[in-house]
């Protein structure tokens, strides 16, 4: 059987933590930012830890290595 390869682009969007967690950056910050509130714009600053299930189907589906 084949070895399992990382998805490339997952490689770019998220991180996983010495703890296991998984974190991505924010979303909706591209385009239309002045109808945001200046709270939401400070708040998708940086990077977000995904929520359990997401995180865990992001390891298992795209980073089966980790990084």
Known sequence: MPKM???????????I???GKV?????GKRHG???RTNKFIRDARGT???AEPDGRKVVK???PNGL
């Open 5 to 15: 390869k990382t998805k490339s682009s997952a490689k770019k969007r998220f991180k």
């Open 17 to 19: 933590t010495a703890t």
């Open 23 to 27: 974190k991505a950056a924010a979303a």
């Open 33 to 35: 930012m002045i109808k």
């Open 48 to 50: 977000m830890v995904l």
């Open 61 to 63: 589906n795209y980073l």
